[in-house]
């Protein structure tokens, strides 16, 4: 758990986001660059700046994991995405841990990309 603005919100690890994929939209919070510079494989964008306006485009019948690089702009989604009446988790440590692990981060050519 971790906590935005007194919120308590929920968190689940890099291993279980990235386990969990077909039961779960990986939602990219994260600025255009960001995104352009490396992401996910089949993650799905939508800056956090456009969230409210994007919202009837995230599925509601899937968790939403959210992600930006290193958790904070996610944890904010993530509380507005439960007040919306989603079921959504913020992935702890964001991009950053992702690349970590080792897991694949790559650009919308699916060439190798990089967590900026």
Request: proline share 3%; charged share 25%.
């Amino acid at each position: 758990m971790s906590m935005w603005q007194g919120q308590r919100i929920q968190e689940v690890d890099v291993t279980d986001a990235s386990a969990g994929r077909e039961a779960t939209v990986l939602l990219d919070v994260r600025e255009a660059d960001e995104w352009q510079a490396g992401h996910a494989p089949g993650a799905k964008w939508v800056p956090l700046g456009d969230l409210e306006s994007a919202r009837f485009q995230i599925p509601i019948n899937r968790r939403i994991v959210c992600v930006c690089r290193s958790g904070a702009r996610s944890a904010k989604a993530t509380a507005q995405l439960v007040q919306w009446g989603f079921d959504a988790v913020n992935m702890a440590g964001g991009m950053k841990a992702w690349a970590a692990q080792g897991l694949p981060v790559v650009r919308d050519d699916d060439a190798a990309g990089e967590v900026i």
